[in-house]
């Protein structure tokens, strides 16, 4: 928005943004995302000529945080000629609209831009609030607005965004709105104030009604323990994850629709509006347990390729058939998405879609959504499936969830970054709880998925909550990267009882932990999984000096050819990447040890980093990224064929070939 033509105009775009913050604080009028407001003033082109401006929402921008960019400016004297065309495809107003476009900036005109313009007033407010929505659910919606909103309020029955849709309501500007039916408000208004007073007054009076009227049913259901939730999002996530694996996300407030005795009727209300199509498809399932999973999932996919089918190929179904939006009782509304961000849009979207349905269900007895036909025209509808984000092949382990141990340092925080930026999601576990939330911000700044433990890897209660986490953080477990690990160094004769058994409590014992927490998740899940050891090359090739540590490396690596053995039948992978001398990051290599390995090779303190790395066949320092990165093909469906395998991250050190 750096025009000349609209720096101009700053008053009406800040008062505009203004407008329009407010309305986006108000989740009852926009649904994720949706929802646009208008402004129209006057600019001075690149000739030197004053021409109307019309000031829209970009696409896709949210109404709650926009800023002045989040706007698109058009010359509305370009725009207003369409008033006079009898027809005009989706493409052609698209590519009509790229050319009234003042500014080349990063926001795209809403798809609904043409509504704003065709109106004559100065202010054009359009939401899709839920009470306007439910109020168009009733048997007879032209009668009920009229009723509930006044006579001066008109309705228009449902018709697609586009040309159509602006000109009629063009047609209805004498009054003082429009109710659109499955859709939204439009309302207008000679000042910005006027207009959001209006916008404000007529969905605050369909939901006065709509309260008035309200008789929920009564709600008795106890809350699901966790081990029959767990068990319900394990195996719904695995059944959900042809051809690409989703996360899932619990809202634990969607039981006040999940748990009502009448749920059937909230979830049978199907979708009130595109916006619900485009997030929920068809609308809600309702899942009473983990066994009705798999049926109630393929039932909704047969479903929906039964529509395409039907079709005959004339609208190619490009939205996912697999439904996204669970109502279940006694645990809340779970929805599924390919990110975190994503199941919470969903959900968002979902608590709308339900909370509309639920106020027709008790104001009116019963809720005529969306027809089939309409819903099969939204779901193949390029313009509106265009909001929606397209796979990124870079991004191989999206909706993956693991486990990393020792991941406030060195490799593990490595690990955990590389994870993030290939989409994956993480829990983080470390004792040292600075250095974990530390490590955690970093991974969430750069836009990454974590959750953290705070516990000792000894303890097999710590291995259990992190997999208790990841299921109720994202649905879930795909594995583990087993990693935490100390050094304890000293030769047999002096070496300590207590520092043998330390060694093999963190360096073993904690690997078989997290191994025996993960499997029955797994297993559960049904979809295999992936368990990666980062061993040592020492497992191998074993330094004096260094026994109690070598030895406990050794017992981890064979822990993971046995975990190979017996994951083999689930289709549970587990596979080691044998690094040597990672000193970036790391917190194992304390002065301690360096000084006792330094002394072990017979070399100086200062020249240790360097005799390691002068010692392989690279001749290169071995780097924490360099292990990440094997740790990510290990973890990947890329590596789908590889389990007992040791893959070695070490420069090349030939005592420790694998045989
Ligand atoms: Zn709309």
């Not at 010359?75 to 065309?85: E, F, P, S, V």
């Not at 509006?273 to 983990?290: C, E, K, N, Q, Y």
């Not at 309409?374 to 969830?401: C, H, M, Q, T, Y």
Request: hydrophobic share 45%; aromatic share 4%.
């Amino acid at each position: 928005m750096t025009a000349p033509a609209i720096t101009a105009q700053s008053t009406a775009l800040a008062e505009l943004v203004d407008r329009s913050r407010r309305i986006g604080a108000r989740p009852d009028l926009v649904v994720h995302g949706g929802g646009n407001t208008s402004a129209k003033t006057t600019g001075v082109d690149h000739r030197g000529r004053e021409r109307p401006i019309l000031l829209v929402k970009g696409s896709g921008m949210d109404l709650a945080t926009i800023g002045p960019a989040g706007f698109v400016a058009l010359y509305l004297d370009d725009l207003a000629a369409i008033r006079d065309r009898t027809a005009m495809t989706d493409e052609e107003q698209q590519a009509y609209l790229g050319r009234c476009t003042v500014s080349q900036g990063t926001a795209r005109p809403s798809i609904e831009t043409l509504l704003h313009a065709l109106l004559p007033w100065t202010h054009v407010d359009h939401v899709h609030a839920d009470a306007i929505c439910a109020l168009a659910l009733a048997g007879d919606p032209e009668r009920e607005v009229r009723e509930v909103l006044g006579a001066d309020v008109a309705f228009v029955p449902y018709v697609r965004p586009g040309f159509e849709l602006s000109h009629r309501v063009a047609d209805l500007a004498d009054h003082a709105a429009v109710v659109l039916g499955h859709h939204g408000l439009v309302t207008w208004g000679a000042t910005s104030a006027a207009c959001l007073e209006r916008t404000l007054s007529l969905v605050g009076r369909a939901r006065r009604y709509l309260d008035g009227r309200a008789r929920p049913p009564e709600q008795a259901i106890p809350a699901l323990d966790h081990e029959r939730a767990h068990a319900l999002l394990l195996t719904l996530r695995g059944h959900l994850a042809e051809p690409s694996r989703v996360v899932l996300h619990v809202d634990a407030s969607g039981r006040r629709h999940a748990d009502r005795t009448d749920v059937d009727r909230i979830a049978g209300a199907g979708p009130a509006t595109a916006d619900h199509v485009l997030r929920i498809g068809r609308g809600s399932v309702i899942l009473r347990s983990a066994d009705e999973a798999p049926a109630e999932v393929h039932a909704a996919v047969r479903a929906a390729e039964e529509r395409r089918r039907r079709s005959g190929g004339r609208h190619p179904l490009v939205r996912d058939p697999r439904p996204t939006a669970f109502l279940v009782p006694g645990l809340g509304t779970v929805t599924a998405g390919r990110t975190p961000r994503e199941a919470k849009i969903v959900a968002d979207v979902a608590e709308h879609s339900h909370t509309v349905a639920a106020s027709a269900v008790d104001a009116f007895g019963a809720s005529t959504g969306l027809t089939d036909e309409e819903i099969f025209g939204i779901e193949s509808w390029p313009l509106e499936l265009a909001k929606l984000r397209p796979p990124d092949p870079v991004r191989d382990l999206e909706a993956f969830v693991v486990v990393v141990t020792g991941a406030a340092s060195g490799i593990g925080r490595e690990c955990a970054t590389v994870v993030a930026r290939r989409g994956g999601c993480s829990v983080l576990v470390d004792v040292d709880e600075t250095a974990l939330r530390a490590a955690a911000e970093e991974v969430r700044s750069d836009g990454g998925e974590v959750v953290e433990v705070v516990g000792d890897v000894r303890v097999a209660a710590t291995a259990e909550l992190a997999v208790r986490a990841a299921i109720e953080a994202y649905g879930g477990l795909d594995g583990i990267v087993s990693n935490a690990g100390i050094a304890v160094t000293g030769r047999l004769v002096d070496l300590s009882p207590d520092d043998w058994e330390r060694s093999l409590a963190v360096n073993a014992t904690s690997h078989f932990l997290l191994t025996r927490a993960a499997l029955p998740a797994l297993a559960a899940q049904g979809r295999g999984g992936s368990l990666v050891y980062v061993v040592s090359k020492n497992a191998l090739a074993p330094g004096a000096g260094f026994g109690a540590y070598s030895v406990a490396k050794a017992a981890q690596l064979q822990l993971a050819r046995i975990a190979a053995l017996e994951g083999g039948p689930l289709g549970v992978r587990a596979n080691v990447v044998n690094p040597d001398a990672v000193f970036e990051g790391s917190r194992l290599w304390s002065p301690e040890l360096r000084a006792a390995r330094a002394a072990d090779h017979g070399v100086a303190v200062e020249e240790l980093e360097r005799f390691y790395a002068e010692r392989n066949l690279l001749q290169a320092p071995v780097r924490a990224s360099d292990v990440a990165e094997a740790v990510a093909f290990l973890l990947s469906d890329r590596s789908s064929r590889t389990t007992g395998c040791i893959l070695t991250v070490d420069g090349g050190v030939p005592a420790a070939f694998a045989r």
